[in-house]
């Protein structure tokens, strides 16, 4: 987790990112994390919702929805174009994405593309052999 930690706050610092953080009873029980973007087809500013996680006690209590919504708010007042997320295919939050109005892509397919790494694994930062793709929001 300190790498995590870190990771996050030089995005913090850098301005790189924005997070919400939702509580109940001033503990943390799931959060939000907006990267910027562009789109040059639109001509101006989009986020990337990267992350949308809550804890699974806090899960079924509109946690979620509200995270989504405080999203939505924040991409409406920045003057972007909009927001975009990916997920896993069996995401059970689909449903609250598209209860939401978030249009699910039938049109487009992701492609990613990981550098080459020549460092041998054992020197790799917090990866076990291969590095898996994250899974966003």
């Not at 989009?46 to 079924?60: E, F, G, H, K, Q």
């Amino acid at each position: 987790m300190p790498a995590a930690r870190r990771f996050l706050r030089d995005r913090l610092h850098h301005d790189e990112s924005v997070v919400f953080l939702a509580r109940s009873d001033r503990i943390p029980v799931g959060f939000a994390q907006l990267y910027p973007s562009f789109t040059s087809i639109r001509l101006g500013r989009m986020w990337i919702l990267n992350d949308l996680y809550v804890v699974p006690s806090a899960r079924r209590r509109g946690v979620g929805d509200r995270l989504l919504e405080r999203c939505e708010e924040f991409v409406a007042g920045s003057g972007a174009e909009g927001a975009w997320l990916e997920t896993a295919v069996d995401n059970p939050a689909q449903r609250l994405y598209a209860r939401r109005g978030w249009k699910l892509d039938r049109e487009f397919l992701h492609f990613d593309w990981d550098v080459p790494n020549t460092r041998p694994r054992s020197a790799r930062r917090g990866t076990k052999g291969r590095a898996r793709r994250r899974r966003r929001a």
